[in-house]
């Protein structure tokens, strides 16, 4: 099953993606400019291969819910992320308040 909701961070709208997979879920929050995903984002991958794309994202792990990836730290952030002011260990809510403003 895929599920597919709004989500307001004070006042300021997201998109929260939930994929029920074969024992796992993924888990994706997003704007126009980002997103912060589950342990399932290979950051390396967009950093390296994808870095002309310039993609703002992080990855945060031991999540297996949308409320429960909000308030996790992030452990891995592309490289144009830390543009943007995220880095290893920031809570996800706030890193993605930092996109919003």
Known sequence: ????K??????????????????TNLLVISNEIG?????ALDVELLNNKLADRKIVAARATGVKTIDQLLEA?????????????????LNAKEALLK???
Do not use: H, Q
Request: proline share 9%; net charge negative.
């Open 1 to 4: 099953m895929i599920s597919v």
């Open 6 to 23: 709004p989500l307001i961070i004070e006042n300021y709208p997201f998109t929260a993606v939930r994929v029920e997979l074969p024992k």
């Open 35 to 39: 997103y912060i995903m589950c342990g």
């Open 73 to 89: 730290p992030l452990d891995k952030v592309t490289l144009e992320a830390e543009n943007k002011g995220w880095y290893e260990g």
């Open 99 to 101: 996109i919003s403003k």
